[in-house]
């Protein structure tokens, strides 16, 4: 093979490392904030949103932007897009079976998502970050979770989420996407039954 044949190959090459060391890079940056206490972050400067003093972000109707694709393999071996539930309001809890404040706030998830069913509402998680899709059933089972979950266990569909716009940023994040699909509310902490009702009632309420 002449060296000039060899040279587009190497390039190649060369691109594909790079963009799988800048991916990951992504992801263990993510990875470092996991299982963070949250707080604010961002505001109304030049970002579209606002964070009140509860830690809950939110974005005017008309300023939202949509949701990703976020479609999958689920915790139980089912196929899920999220797109599918358009026309609901969905609740998007970002969780790992390893993360303490996951485990807090799941049972209050399982709750508040059975009280809200009748009201459109659909809850759905993304499991990110455990490498035994065991450890994510076990999670379910012992906390009576009954909504799907997206099985991510290497961070990729939070990646799909534009900079500057409501994102996950934390394990764990709660999204709540509009019935247009779009991202209307972001907290990055932990959540109890009331503060989780607090960013989803608004919501449910719009017309």
């Given at each position: ?49 606002v ?28 196929q ?28 209050n ?41 997206l ?7 939070m ?44 919501i449910?309420?719009?017309?």
């Amino acid at each position: 093979m002449s060296a000039a044949s060899r040279a587009p190959e190497s390039s190649y090459r060369t691109r594909s490392r790079t963009a799988l060391l800048t991916g990951g890079a992504a992801v263990a940056a993510l990875v470092l904030t996991a299982c963070g206490s949250g707080g604010t972050q961002g505001g109304s400067g030049g970002t579209g949103f606002v964070t009140g003093k509860d830690g809950i972000s939110t974005v005017k109707k008309g300023d939202r932007a949509s949701a990703p694709d976020l479609s999958g393999k689920t915790v139980d071996g089912k196929q899920l897009d999220v797109a599918d539930y358009k026309g609901k309001v969905v609740v998007l809890n970002v969780w790992g079976s390893w993360c303490p404040p996951c485990r807090a706030e799941a049972p209050n998830f399982a709750k508040v998502a059975e009280e809200t069913a009748d009201q459109g509402v659909q809850f759905v998680g993304i499991n990110t970050r455990d490498s035994e899709i065991g450890s994510a059933r076990a999670f379910e089972k012992e906390h009576g979770i009954g909504f799907p979950s997206l099985y991510d266990p290497t961070g990729k569909l939070m990646l799909r989420f534009e900079k500057g716009t409501l994102n996950p940023q934390t394990i764990p994040s709660t999204l709540v996407i509009d019935r247009d699909g779009k991202i209307a509310a972001r907290t990055l902490q932990a959540l109890s039954e009331e503060k989780l009702h607090e960013m989803l009632d608004p919501i449910v309420a719009e017309k």
